[in-house]
């Protein structure tokens, strides 16, 4: 069984800065990409940024130069650094692990969110 835990969420200030962690644990073998996606209320959920193996990155538009992600592969943990910080990026924040299981299996997996609430 494989757990995803998000952390690092909380309220601040328009312009101010968080720091994410998403940490994958149980029986992967390899995690490809790691994602954020975000989902405020009566809204899609939207992807924030990925960040392959291979430190490719992607960014959502409404985040490009903002934010950015990123991983340490040793300790199946990745980071979302989210500076200037604006009202409109409130929203529960979610990790999503693409991973090879220990038996050959691809699989993905979600983490519970993390709440961020940016205040004017």
């Known amino acids: 069984q494989v757990h995803v835990v998000e952390s690092g969420g909380g309220l601040v200030q328009a312009g101010g800065s968080l720091r994410l962690s998403c940490e994958a644990t149980?029986?992967?073998?390899?995690?490809?990409?790691m994602a954020w996606y975000r989902q405020a209320p009566g809204k899609q959920r939207e992807l924030v940024a990925s960040?392959?193996?291979?430190?490719?990155?992607d960014y959502g538009d409404s985040v490009k130069g903002r934010f950015t992600i990123s991983r340490d592969n040793a300790e199946s943990t990745g980071f979302l650094q989210m500076n200037s910080l604006k009202p409109e990026d409130t929203a529960v924040y979610l990790c999503?692990?693409?991973?090879?299981?220990?038996?050959?299996?691809?699989?993905?997996?979600w983490g519970q969110g993390t709440q961020v609430t940016v205040t004017l």
């Open positions: 149980g029986k992967i073998f390899n995690i490809y990409t």
């Open positions: 960040i392959t193996n291979e430190g490719a990155t």
């Open positions: 999503n692990v693409d991973y090879l299981g220990m038996w050959g299996q691809r699989m993905s997996d």
